[in-house]
């Protein structure tokens, strides 16, 4: 079903999962749409772990580090479910820490006085 998709249906349906969710659902409705053979697993996770590595790279090196970091890991998150859950529990986290960052830059914000 959602291999014939789009990539914004299967950004939509990905968005519209609550957080802390979303990469174990994407995990099992990739795994139930494409019963893909193991080479092409491994292949997708060892794309995953290189784009990781390139992104902790260029976490050092200018450039879009997080963003490359992330991508990686949520190629690594459709073929492993320990990733996945992994990356939900991540996106808690990360969504408290911004509210928090959120809130004191606009508490200390001189534009905000």
């Given at each position: 079903m959602s291999?014939?998709?789009?990539?914004?249906?299967?950004?939509?349906q990905f968005a519209a999962a609550?957080?802390?969710?979303?990469?174990?659902?994407?995990?099992?409705?990739?795994?139930?749409?494409?019963?893909?053979?193991i080479h092409k697993r491994i292949l997708a996770m060892g794309a995953g772990?290189?784009?990781?590595?390139?992104?902790?790279?260029?976490l050092?090196?200018?450039g879009p580090g997080i963003l490359v970091l992330l991508l990686g890991a949520t190629l690594v998150a459709q073929e492993s479910f320990a990733a996945a859950k992994f990356m939900d529990?991540?996106?808690?986290?990360?969504r408290?820490?911004?509210?928090?960052?959120?809130?004191?830059?606009?508490?200390f914000s001189p534009a905000s006085r």
């Open positions: 291999d014939r998709l789009g990539l914004k249906q299967r950004w939509q609550p957080p802390g969710q979303r990469f174990r659902e994407h995990f099992k409705r990739r795994q139930q749409s494409q019963p893909s053979a772990i290189v784009i990781m590595g390139l992104g902790l790279v260029m050092i090196a200018p529990w991540a996106d808690i986290r990360v408290r820490l911004l509210i928090r960052v959120l809130r004191l830059w606009r508490r």
